[in-house]
């Protein structure tokens, strides 16, 4: 709200100066705005900035700005006043030693640039998989993966995923809740959204997920542009609206150049926003840790602690392969196994609340394994704490922690597999060789805001994480 009378108001200051400086030295305009003058001072000192709550910080910085524009209007309008004005602005979000934002023109690690779309290269993709469902031994291939992507709009799907611009107040990013150097979860039992309101959920990891049609802990989503459309609208998540979202970046004149260059169309629209979004997320890719070079037949990648942990896991007594299945280690399905959410309640129902089944009541969608050592704490409340306390779920026996009075349909896979101790160990041990972030993106330390670049949110003091969770 405070934002945009202040960013029109910036806009009117830089395409004035550029329309007066191409009637004085006839430069082309086109190139301009990205551009900031080499000469003019960086008076813009956002991003260095501790993130401090949005009614102190930056609400002063937006009075200042404006209060800046203001006074510059009222002097004499000549190109150097405008440019001085201008420049700073038009730098927004960058030090002077950074050059202007512009999107990568080549396809991420792992992608083969195909006629202008990113296309993964992968070894999976030489092996086959039944109905092309990406379910099976250590040899399956992958389900279809969303691709196709320019470089330009990967990239610009970048800088949006990082940038708090997307939310009501421009405090809360998607990274606040994915971030990377937690796997793309946040590390909570629930997630934290603007405002500080704790949700009901945990925040998933995002590796890998341009692979999965069935999205959300109760599968209620089957596209990344659809799915995000919850976040950004929800006033628990991001708070904002499809109006606004568009009035802010259409009114940022970086934003402006980089939609233009990424989809060559103006002014921005909503489907560019979810299309350039959806490149980043597809573009994560994890599917080189030690276990997958010992699928692919090179046996010394693995230890035999894992190998043997591996074989737990894909036994017929454990049976976690039959729905963790490789190489996602996701058969996307929804299964019951009856976590309670707090001891003896169960509180969200699940896939129930959406379809109305009973029997599907406290059914959450098969979650991936894969970089599973830095999503803690887990399923989908957060309720264990390590992937020890996971793994020893399954050997608790059939529906322990189904509250007395409440009638669910435990999956038929999960059973009393009376797994030992060192078995457990060993799964844990296991799970741990699926890890790899070699194609980790690269974190942008500035974006096209200006606003500080979030990753994690805190919770309202004297609110609960939820039980189990760190
Ligand atoms: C306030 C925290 C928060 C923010 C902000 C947020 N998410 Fe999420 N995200 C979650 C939670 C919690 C879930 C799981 C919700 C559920 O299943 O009900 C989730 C689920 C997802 C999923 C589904 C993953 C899967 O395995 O099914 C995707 C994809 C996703 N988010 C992408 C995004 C994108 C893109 C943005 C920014 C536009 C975003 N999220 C912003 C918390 C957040
Ligand atoms: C019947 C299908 C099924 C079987 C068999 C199964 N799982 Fe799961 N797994 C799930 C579902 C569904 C969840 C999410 C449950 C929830 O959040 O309430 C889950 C969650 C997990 C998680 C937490 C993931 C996260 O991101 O929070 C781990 C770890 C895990 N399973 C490991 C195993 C292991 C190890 C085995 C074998 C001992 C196994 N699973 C067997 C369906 C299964």
């Given amino acids: 709200m405070i934002m945009r009378p202040d960013i029109h108001l910036r806009q009117a200051a830089i395409s004035l100066a550029y329309a007066l400086l191409n009637l004085t030295t006839g430069t082309r305009a086109t190139s301009s705005p990205l551009t900031p003058t080499p000469s003019a001072p960086t008076r813009y000192t956002g991003p260095s900035e501790p993130h401090r709550s949005l009614s102190t910080t930056a609400h002063n910085r937006y009075q200042r700005r404006r209060q800046r524009a203001a006074s ?7 190109p150097w006043v405008l440019l001085s004005l201008a420049a700073p602005l038009i730098a927004h979000g960058e030090t002077s030693a950074t050059p202007a934002f512009q999107l990568g023109d080549i396809c991420p690690a792992s992608f083969e640039n195909q006629d202008g779309g990113c296309v993964l290269r992968n ?17 399956t291939g992958l389900p279809p993966l969303r691709e196709g992507f320019t470089p330009q709009q990967i990239d610009l799907g970048r800088y949006l995923f990082f940038d708090p611009i997307l939310s009501a107040d421009g405090s809360v990013s998607c990274a606040s809740c994915h971030d990377p150097a937690k796997g793309f979860a946040d590390g909570r039992g629930q997630a934290v959204g603007i405002h ?41 998540e991001m708070g904002n609206t499809p109006t606004q979202l568009l009035t802010t970046l259409n009114a ?11 989809f060559s169309r103006s002014p921005i629209a909503l489907d560019q926003i979810y299309t350039a979004i959806t490149a980043f997320e597809s573009s994560l890719i994890s599917l080189n840790s030690r276990y997958d ?61 959406i379809t109305g089944d009973a029997s599907q009541r406290g059914a959450f969608r098969v ?29 608790g026996g059939r529906g322990h922690e189904v509250p007395e009075g409440e009638s669910v349909m435990i999956h038929w896979h999960i059973w009393e597999p009376r797994l030992t101790d060192a078995e457990i160990t060993s799964l844990t041990t296991f799970m741990g060789a699926l890890t790899d972030e070699a194609f980790m993106p690269e974190i942008p330390k ?25």
């Fill in 123 to 139: 070894r999976y993709r030489e092996y086959r998989s039944l109905r092309d469902a990406g379910v099976g031994g250590l040899k």
């Fill in 196 to 236: 500080r309101q704790v949700l009901p959920r945990s925040a998933p990891s995002l590796w890998n997920v341009g692979f999965l049609s069935t999205l959300l802990w109760d599968g209620s989503k089957s596209s990344l542009e659809e799915q995000m459309q919850g976040p950004l609208y929800s006033p628990f």
């Fill in 293 to 353: 070079l010992y699928a692919h037949g090179y046996h010394e990648a693995l230890t035999d602690a894992e190998i043997a942990g591996l074989n737990v896991f894909r036994s017929f007594v454990a049976r976690c392969a039959e729905c963790h299945t490789p190489p996602l280690f996701t058969n996307q399905q929804l299964a019951v196994l009856g976590v309670a959410d707090a001891p003896g309640e169960l509180i969200d129902t699940g896939a129930e609340a």
């Fill in 446 to 470: 500035v974006v096209p805001s200006g606003l500080p670049v979030t990753q994690g949110q805190k919770p309202m003091a004297g609110n609960s994480d939820g039980f189990g969770a760190q």
């Fill in 252 to 262: 940022n004149p970086v934003y402006r150049a980089l939609f233009e260059q990424a």
């Fill in 367 to 395: 979650p991936s394994l894969r970089n599973i050592v830095r999503t803690a704490p887990y399923m989908h409340r957060g309720q264990k704490p390590t992937l020890e306390d996971a793994a020893r779920f399954y050997t």
């Fill in 72 to 78: 510059g209007r009222r002097r004499l309008l000549t």
